[in-house]
């Protein structure tokens, strides 16, 4: 079964750029695009009923879809008008798409993206990809070169959604795929003579991490030999190394845990931080 990439609209400009990213990248990828608005029917209209309220919306709806199948026009377009609630909806809507595309409003580079109560919701309950744009994204962002940016962490399975997820993007762009693995000092009482051991066959800590950076790459350079790699190693918190490289980046991808704790699922610290101040579009990718 086919995978739409589908957007969720509610007639924000942050929405309807994500719309926009969406249909892009539904034609770079050859996937068609689903667009799902969730909507709550309202007693503060007086003498609008459910019908009316829900013909207000289709309508507003509707004319968003136009203007973007005007500018896409080989987009192959679904549209769900959805009555309920806005997170648990789209959460659903992403179990079924290749990701879910949101909008998120930004103001500059020193707060980033703002992202609202749904956003957050679906992002730590969805299980597949959710990719945040700012308000304001335009196509030419994505020219000039720039890099499709993907943060790898300890073993090469702990990152495979995230690297596939980025190999993937790349190849239908024709980009550069710059992986990016941060590294610290581990304290003292973390060493054992087994990891010892491992350090020195490595010839040194950063010897090491590039050498795991650079098996956690291997099957994806295999799989897609027409995407050029660049690898990163860094020492560093990953959230602030990332950072670093977004302003070149035409996406960041990072990883989050998929499992669910007892209030619910959880964003991770390293995606909390590149939401709220990357500048350019973040993909969040589930992984087990």
Do not use: N
């Not at 762009?173 to 990016?180: D, I, P, W």
């Not at 066959?201 to 897609?224: H, S």
């Amino acid at each position: 079964m086919t995978r739409p990439i589908t957007a969720g609209v509610d007639g924000t400009e942050e929405s309807l750029a994500a719309l926009d990213w969406a249909a892009r990248e539904a034609v770079r990828q050859g996937l068609p695009l689903r667009v799902v608005h969730v909507w709550r029917f309202s007693d503060a209209f007086a003498g609008a009923d459910r019908a009316t309220q829900q013909g207000w919306v289709t309508d507003g709806v509707d004319e968003a879809v136009h203007a973007v199948c005007g500018r896409y026009p080989k987009a192959a377009v679904t549209v769900d008008v959805v009555e309920g609630d806005a997170a648990e909806v789209l959460a659903g809507a992403a179990a079924g798409a290749e990701m879910l595309v949101l909008g998120s409003r930004g103001h500059g580079p020193v707060v980033g993206f703002l992202v609202g109560s749904v956003g957050q919701r679906v992002i730590a309950e969805a299980s597949r990809p959710v990719v945040l744009v700012r308000a304001g994204d335009e196509p030419v962002a994505e020219a000039g070169g720039r890099d499709v940016v993907v943060g790898q962490h300890g073993a090469p399975e702990d990152s495979a959604a995230a690297l596939g997820f980025a190999f993937r993007t790349a190849a239908a762009r024709g980009a550069t795929v710059r992986a990016v693995r941060a590294w610290t000092l581990p304290p003292v009482f973390a060493y054992s003579p087994a990891s010892l051991k491992l350090l020195d066959d490595a010839g040194g800590l950063e010897p090491y991490e590039k050498q795991a950076l650079a098996d956690a790459l291997a099957p994806w350079r295999e799989r897609y030999p027409e995407v050029p790699v660049a690898e990163h190693v860094e020492m560093g918190s990953a959230g602030q190394v990332l950072l670093s490289l977004a302003g070149r980046a035409q996406l960041l991808v990072v990883g989050r845990r998929a499992h669910r704790t007892a209030v619910g699922g959880r964003i991770g610290s390293v995606a909390h931080g590149v939401l709220h101040h990357a500048e350019c579009p973040v993909a969040v990718v589930p992984h087990d």
